[in-house]
Every structure is written in structure tokens, then in C-alpha cells.
Nanobody, 118 residues
Framework: QLQASGGGLVQAGGSLRLSCSAP??????NAWAWHRQAPGKQRELV?????????NYADSVKGRFTISRDNAKNTVYLQMNSLKPEDTGTYYC??????????????WGKGTLVTVSS
């Protein structure tokens, strides 16, 4: 289970920093990602970062959001700047790892709510 934090209420143009970690785990996450789900909409990928540091962003957040990871802390961050009302939603972190003879295992956080007021 992953634990995400950092959501809240912010005015348009403001910033928030989300964090997600795997506390108490004895393994390291391979690839991390942040997804979000706005009310009445499907969950969408916001940003992802691979074990090698390759990063991708949804077009809607490019230039405003930055994903980063701290491997020593088994933690991923999402710095969100210049927030817009359309960024409102529940943000979920996702991580995966490869286990020999088992395959790819993936983990989700419970979600943290981000509300951007106009």
C-alpha cells in the first residue's frame, strides 16, 4: 500500500506538492506515476517516472508540473505550479516493481484530493 499526501485547497495560480511513499516496505519501487480523476471523468495519467529517470507528462500539465523521485526514501513527488481549476480531482500515486517468477506487481495509493478554486 502506498501513502499519498499533500493535497488540499488552493486558489488558481497557486502551488501544491504531493508526496507518495511505500512505508515499511522492504522493496524498491521501479516506476512511479501520478494519476488523477476529476468528478464524473475517467482516471488519467498525469506524470510518470521510470527507474532510469525517464519522465513523461500529460500535455495538460507540461511546463507546470514536475515529477521527481527519491530512491533512498522510496518516495515520489509531484510539484504542481500555476494550478488551474481544471486540475481539481483526486490524485493517485502508482508504483510497480518486477518480481522474478511472479511478474509485475503494482501498487496504488488511496488518493489525495486537490481542489483549485477560481
Amino acid at each position: 500500500q502506498l501513502q499519498a499526501s499533500g493535497g488540499g485547497l488552493v486558489q488558481a495560480g497557486g502551488s501544491l506538492r504531493l508526496s507518495c511513499s511505500a512505508p515499511g516496505s522492504d522493496f524498491s519501487i521501479n516506476a512511479w506515476a501520478w494519476h488523477r480523476q476529476a468528478p464524473g471523468k475517467q482516471r488519467e495519467l498525469v506524470a510518470g517516472i521510470s527507474s532510469g529517470g525517464s519522465i513523461n507528462y500529460a500535455d495538460s500539465v507540461k511546463g507546470r508540473f514536475t515529477i521527481s523521485r527519491d530512491n533512498a526514501k522510496n518516495t515520489v513527488y509531484l510539484q504542481m505550479n500555476s494550478l488551474k481549476p481544471e486540475d481539481t480531482g483526486t490524485y493517485y500515486c502508482h508504483g510497480d516493481r518486477w518480481v522474478d517468477r511472479v511478474g509485475l506487481l503494482d501498487y496504488w495509493g488511496k488518493g489525495t484530493l486537490v481542489t483549485v478554486s477560481s
